[in-house]
């Protein structure tokens, strides 16, 4: 019997480190990246699985929803549109990449940007070493129009899943 009970505790010890090490999980409580997130509180909020080990060893990719921290510390997540090196602006609900207009994945298809911020009215903004994301809720996200790039430090891991309500549970797209 005590054999049995000590290996039980070791397995929760083991499990707790992994989702410790690996994993993060976030209630969200803002309507900024609906409708692919939603939530207006804890009691609302889609719970959401991030995984925090690829981001140690490659960048983010365009038009993944990243989990990162703002200036003032609050955990959110959001889109990576523009990557380190590049400059974004915006014309017509279009994303430009160094002035190239960027296509969007068919499954965001219905995601309208708007150009708010440091890129109203087709003023580019540099990247820098960080990455520019936008809420898919443009009119009501607070992302890198106003807050700049997200610098790598401040990435903290990658959106994987809906884990709860489970009538929204699925992958992150």
Same mark, same amino acid.
């Given at each position: 019997m005590f054999r049995w009970a000590r290996n039980l505790f070791a397995l929760i010890g083991f499990v707790f480190v992994v989702f410790t090490l690996c994993f993060e999980l976030t209630v969200i409580v803002s309507e900024s990246m609906s409708p692919t997130l939603q939530g207006s509180s804890y009691e609302t909020g889609d719970w959401v699985l991030a995984e925090r080990i690829t981001h140690r060893f490659r960048d983010p990719r365009r038009w993944e929803v990243i989990a990162c921290r703002q200036k003032d510390g609050t955990r959110v997540m959001k889109r990576v549109v523009g990557l380190p090196g590049e400059s974004v602006s915006m014309r017509r609900q279009t994303v430009l990449? /160094? =002035?190239?207009?960027?296509?969007?994945?068919?499954?965001?298809?219905?995601?309208?940007?708007?150009?708010? @911020?440091? !890129?109203? $009215?087709?003023?580019?903004?540099?990247?820098? /070493? =960080?990455?520019?994301?936008?809420?898919?809720?443009?009119?009501?996200?607070?992302?890198?129009?106003?807050? @700049?790039? !997200?610098? $790598?430090?401040r990435v903290r891991g990658r959106a994987l899943a809906i884990i709860w309500p489970l009538s929204r549970a699925g992958w992150v797209h």
């Open positions: 990449i /160094d =002035g190239k207009p960027m296509k969007q994945p068919a499954e965001l298809a219905h995601v309208k940007y708007l150009a708010y @911020g440091n !890129v109203h $009215r087709g003023r580019a903004t540099a990247c820098g /070493d =960080g990455f520019y994301v936008l809420g898919d809720l443009s009119w009501d996200s607070n992302d890198s129009r106003f807050e @700049g790039p !997200v610098p $790598r430090e």
